[in-house]
């Protein structure tokens, strides 16, 4: 069976799911929703973010396949490894982000042979954040899952992964604008390039920076002479310039901590 049959048939049952054909989901309080939860904190409270992927790596199927609407397939658990390994869980990697669970929105939904229990359905909703502290309420995304669990010789492992609909969320914050020359403006306007981002282009829109990045398109609130919110998200963008007084690089923090830098071209 090849891959994109593979990611039909799971598709598939996720449709089954939302259709009136399916099984209903099981009550929150059930021995296959706590194991399930129980294996969801394996993976992400110890896996993810402590980074001990061998621990994880016990819940995976060796044909394990991860479907990510922004990073493509991953094909093996082997491969997976890897990628945590010298991606989100290199040694001395500052900017690595948590991930968190929204309270409430696990969902199983088991999955019967005739009779006989054999797999089950994981949703859910988690956001990311570099901060350990993080909520939902403060949080500027979240994504949805679907964890398509297996049960083999009494043991629960996880078979397919699917991550989508990452995107950006409002959020409700209280910014007080302050006036900055258009000199300033003109200053910290042009092309430039960030280590995770890539081409970023600031300009002058109405008297107003605008930002285009990827994933980014918004009009930013003047907070400080050389500062500059996002109206919606928890992030600042401080315009650094050099000794001659023009624009060097532009620091990008989130809840008060660097996440991005982005260099003048």
Request: with cysteine; aromatic share 10%; charged share 25%.
């Amino acid at each position: 069976m090849n891959q994109s049959i593979k990611l039909l048939a799971v598709c598939i049952i996720g449709l089954l799911i939302n259709s009136d054909i399916a099984f209903a989901q099981v009550n929150k309080n059930s021995e296959l929703f706590k194991t399930l939860k129980s294996n969801d904190s394996i993976l992400f409270k110890v896996g993810f973010n402590k980074c001990k992927i061998e621990k994880s790596a016990k819940l995976m199927f060796d044909d394990l396949e991860f479907y990510h609407d922004k990073s493509g397939i991953t094909n093996s658990k082997a491969e997976f490894i890897s990628v945590m390994k010298n991606g989100l869980c290199k040694p001395n990697n500052t900017e690595k982000p948590y991930r968190f669970l929204v309270e409430g929105s696990l969902e199983v939904f088991p999955l019967y042979n005739n009779d006989t229990l054999y797999g089950a359905l994981q949703n859910g909703k988690h956001f990311f954040s570099p901060d350990k502290t993080m909520t939902y309420e403060k949080s500027n995304n979240y994504a949805l899952f679907s964890h398509l669990w297996i049960l083999e010789n009494n043991v629960w492992k996880i078979k397919r992964v699917i991550s989508y609909n990452h995107v950006s969320k409002e959020v409700v914050q209280s910014i007080e604008e302050v006036t900055v020359s258009k000199e300033l403006l003109v200053k910290y306007s042009g092309n430039y390039k960030a280590q995770y981002s890539g081409d970023v282009i600031i300009k002058l829109e109405n008297n107003k920076l605008f930002i285009k990045a990827e994933g980014l398109e918004t009009t930013l609130t003047a907070i400080a002479k050389n500062k500059f919110a996002h109206p919606k998200a928890p992030l600042v963008f401080e315009f650094i310039l050099d000794k001659n007084g023009e624009t060097r690089e532009i620091i990008v923090n989130q809840n008060g901590k660097m996440v991005e830098k982005a260099t003048k071209q």
